[in-house]
């Protein structure tokens, strides 16, 4: 049977999540709460935590059962399924708007003369292979990566420490122009992907110590937020990070030697650690809904919608307009199911039969 280490198991959770966020927080977060846009990214991480913790708990009353047939056994057949379905579909569009976002990034620092289609094809077919190899090689894989994404972020901020400004990240309250919903929904979305924890849980080789590391990685992505959204506040003030399409691109470029070469390096790894997170969640909750014996049988078809939803947005307005409709639903997912779940199985003392 395939196993998963609990540090795996961390690296996965933050690798998953790690996203576009790192890129429109800063704007979102300046649009919303002006130079403290950085205390409610602080704020919706330390809530995303309880969410963890609150779903690891259920996961630990169906130690063997999948996300999917964990949620039939709570809510009964239909609604289980529904939930499975909504997950599977929502994760799909999850991947198409990470890849378009990605892409979108690697035309405007690099790859200005590349079509769109081309560079999404590259970074699905990345992400096929490396999913379709096995959650395995894929924890593997991120291992990896995730020293390599940790290194770019401190080595990035150093270089940019003697061009801060104090003053810029005060007050520490200015209400900016955003409106509530728009900005606390997408802003909660760029922490999605910790769901993932829910589909590797059966396949942990030891499930002491599961809450700490995966609420370790919620805290490692919350630091990088929160430290990427003061900075570059710090860097050019909340007015121009707001208005800013990709605030983190111009905290690149303001560092004292080219870096959008090595920066979008780190940044097409990063994509792909997502994406596969993405798709292996999609290609799993579609599997228990479609009752196939592999998820990879899934896989392929998945990655296809994916990458024509990423194609679809004729422009950025449209590529907002996708990334928003798709964090309503994170919200649900995210934030909602798990303590739903948690508080059904407290009334109803469900669990998993002992052998």
Not at 210 to 219: F, H, P
Not at 268 to 289: D, M, P, Q, R
């Amino acid at each position: 049977m395939v196993q998963i280490s609990n540090f795996q198991l961390m690296v996965m959770v933050f690798s998953t999540m790690l996203a576009n966020g790192l890129n429109v927080l800063p704007r979102l977060a300046a649009g919303l709460a002006g130079p403290g846009g950085w205390i409610i990214v602080l704020l919706q991480g330390l809530g995303s935590i309880l969410a963890v913790i609150a779903l690891v708990k259920v996961c630990r009353q169906f130690p063997d059962a999948s996300f999917v047939n964990l949620n039939k056994r709570v809510f009964g057949g239909v609604i289980g399924t529904l939930v499975g379905l909504i997950i599977g579909i929502d994760f799909i569009f999850e991947a198409g708007n990470v890849a378009r976002g990605v892409v979108n990034i690697a035309i405007t620092s690099v790859y200005s003369q590349t079509p769109i289609v081309v560079l999404m094809a590259l970074v699905m077919a990345v992400a096929v292979y490396a999913v379709y190899q096995g959650i395995e090689v894929l924890a593997r894989t991120n291992t990896v990566l995730f020293v390599l994404k940790l290194m770019a972020i401190i080595i990035l901020t150093l270089l940019t420490i003697p061009a801060l400004a104090s003053d810029n990240l005060l007050p520490l309250w200015d209400r900016g122009s955003l409106p509530w919903a728009e900005g606390l929904v997408n802003i909660q979305s760029a922490y999605s992907g910790f769901i993932i924890l829910a589909f590797l849980y059966p396949y942990l080789n030891s499930h002491r110590g599961t809450g700490k590391m995966a609420s370790l990685a919620l805290l490692l992505v919350t630091i990088a937020y929160v430290e990427m959204t003061v900075v570059t506040i710090a860097l050019f003030n909340s007015c121009e990070v707001s208005r800013e399409i990709w605030p983190t691109i111009s905290f690149i470029r303001a560092a004292p030697f080219p870096m959008d070469a090595p920066f979008m390096l780190v940044w097409v790894t990063n994509a792909f650690s997502v994406i596969a997170g993405c798709l292996y969640i999609a290609s799993e909750a579609l599997k228990e809904v479609l009752k196939l014996k592999d998820y990879r049988s899934i896989l392929l078809p998945s990655a296809v919608i994916a990458m024509t939803i990423g194609v679809w947005p004729r422009n950025l307005v449209e590529v907002g307009e996708l990334s928003t409709n798709i964090a309503y639903v994170g919200v649900f997912i995210h934030i909602v199911l798990p303590f739903v779940l948690l508080a059904v199985i407290t009334i109803t003392k469900k669990q998993q039969p002992k052998p």
